[in-house]
Structures are given as C-alpha cells and as structure tokens.
C-alpha cells in the first residue's frame, strides 16, 4: 500500500525526536504511513506542547 500523502495527527512533534505519541503501537504505525508516504504532514492540536519527557515513543516523520 502507498499514499500520495499523508496527514498524521500526533500527541507532540520535537524537533529532535520527531512525531511523538503516547502509544509505541501508534507511533510505529505512523512511522510506517510516513515511509510509505511521497509526502507527509504531521499535525497536533494547538494546545499540544512538544514533549518534554524522556522516553516517550518518537517516530520521524518522512524519509
């Protein structure tokens, strides 16, 4: 399966760690989406603050 593009809703983006979620399983499958993407484009709400918690399950978004 590939996609055109795809938009990934997320809990944070860093920019050091990449997309981050609350949920390994969440994270690995939108790391997958991403991959499989030409394009990607992640999102968050606005009130969503980047992580700050060391461990958290981050995925880059894209290539």
């Known amino acids: 399966m590939?996609?055109?593009r795809v938009f990934?809703?997320?809990d944070g983006i860093s920019p050091e760690l990449g997309i981050c979620e609350a949920d390994l399983r969440q994270t690995r499958l939108k790391e997958l989406m991403a991959r499989r993407a030409d394009t990607s484009s992640p999102t968050r709400p606005s009130w969503?603050?980047?992580p700050s918690t060391p461990?958290?399950?981050c995925a880059r978004a894209g290539p």
């Open 2 to 4: 590939t996609f055109d």
């Open 8 to 10: 990934l809703g997320t």
């Open 48 to 50: 969503a603050a980047a």
């Open 55 to 57: 461990g958290r399950p």
